[in-house]
Nanobody, 119 residues
Framework: QVQLVESGGGLVQPGGSLRLSCAASGSVGSLYIMGWHRQASGKQRELVATIASDGTTNYADSVKGRFTISRDNLKKAVYLQMNSLKPEDTAVYYC?????????????WGQGTQVTVSS
């Protein structure tokens, strides 16, 4: 069991910045992928960014150059620095922990944190 707690969401004006944090606890493991996903009202949840244990990152095209994902393995935490925010970035942001064991994929999700970009 992995527990994830997100923080850092809020209301920000277009062009502003926010930093999301996600703290993991429980059976986190040593080789795992952490990621951020988001779900806007009335839309499907979509991938924002992921970071593997070796630091390899992956970003959705819509956030490349504006968002940066990072992790602290000692703290079992993952972060999402969001710059140049746009109204279309408004969504609930979810942290995800993914581990593969014996060929099976296990995902754990946080409760989500609301990000609203509006003037």
């Amino acid at each position: 069991q992995v527990q994830l707690v997100e923080s850092g969401g809020g209301l920000v004006q277009p062009g502003g910045s926010l930093r999301l944090s996600c703290a993991a606890s429980g059976s986190v493991g040593s080789l795992y992928i952490m990621g951020w996903h988001r779900q806007a009202s009335g839309k499907q949840r979509e991938l924002v960014a992921t970071i593997a244990s070796d630091g390899t990152t992956n970003y959705a095209d819509s956030v490349k150059g504006r968002f940066t994902i990072s992790r602290d393995n000692l703290k079992k935490a993952v972060y999402l620095q969001m710059n140049s925010l746009k109204p279309e970035d408004t969504a609930v942001y979810y942290c995800r922990h993914r581990v593969t064991r014996l060929g099976l994929v296990y995902d754990s999700w946080g409760q989500g944190t609301q990000v609203t970009v509006s003037s």
